[in-house]
């Protein structure tokens, strides 16, 4: 099953308002976790990595303003899109690290199941 | 820095064979990843080589030459559902923070 648990899987809604999206490990604990942006027929871009206890680190050209990452916990993060815009109208993935890992494998990186996000 | 490349578009027939380019230059080396992804959906893992050679899965294959910063990713026996995109990425400063290339589109046709 699903490691990495992504809520919601799609949201519509309209401009100016702020969208919250979850990220959640569901059997172990991430201090770090990523989130990418994904615009049709292009690769994923990493926008942030998410750090527990601490502020995330943004990649260069993401607004953090803009783009709010919280990691409260060793299971969660969430992002928050404010004040969204037509042209933040994305697929959005999360990935998390095991805890555990150790070393570069996939065993201890997995990814959730992305947001399509639609700004009317 | 990093740079990957890799075909944006193959097609190939069901039954055959295609095999997915991808160069990189990185200013370390930690392995690199292969992803399926279908529209809409997250990636998949399909394989990660970190050591020169070729590493055997199923339909799936990958090799990897750090002497020459490439790999390539060989899908046998091609089926409709393959049709996907395929991602090359490595990662860069940190453990699990991945580069991906732009992903090449593989149209499978009957």
């Known amino acids: 099953g699903a490691v990495v648990s992504q809520h919601p899987s799609w949201v519509i809604c309209k401009s100016g308002t702020s969208v919250k999206i979850e990220c959640r490990s569901l059997d172990f604990q991430a201090t770090t976790m990523f989130w990418y942006r994904q615009f049709p027929k292009k690769s994923l871009m990493l926008m942030a990595t998410s750090n527990e206890g601490s502020k995330a680190t943004y990649e260069q050209g993401v607004e953090k303003d803009k783009f709010l990452i919280n990691h409260a916990s060793l299971t969660l993060s969430t992002l928050t899109v404010t004040s969204a815009h037509p042209e933040d109208s994305s697929f959005y993935i999360c990935?998390?690290?095991?805890?555990?890992?150790?070393?570069?494998?996939?065993?201890?990186?997995?990814f959730g199941s992305g947001t399509q996000l639609s700004v009317l | 820095g990093q740079n990957i490349d890799q075909p944006t578009e193959m097609t190939a027939t069901e039954g055959a064979i295609v095999q997915i380019n991808c160069t990189y230059q990185t200013s370390g080396f930690n392995g690199l990843f292969w992803y399926q992804q279908h529209a809409g959906e997250a990636p998949t893992f399909l394989s990660y080589?970190?050591?020169?050679g070729l590493e055997e899965k199923g339909r799936f294959s990958s090799f990897l030459s750090r002497s020459k910063g490439y790999s390539y990713l060989l899908l046998k026996e091609l089926q409709m559902k393959d049709s996907a995109s395929y991602l090359c990425a490595v990662p860069t400063d940190s453990w699990g923070k991945l580069q991906f290339g732009a992903g090449t589109q593989v149209v499978v046709t009957p």
């Open positions: 080589n970190v050591l020169d």
């Open positions: 990935s998390a690290r095991d805890l555990k890992g150790q070393g570069y494998s996939n065993e201890k990186l997995f």
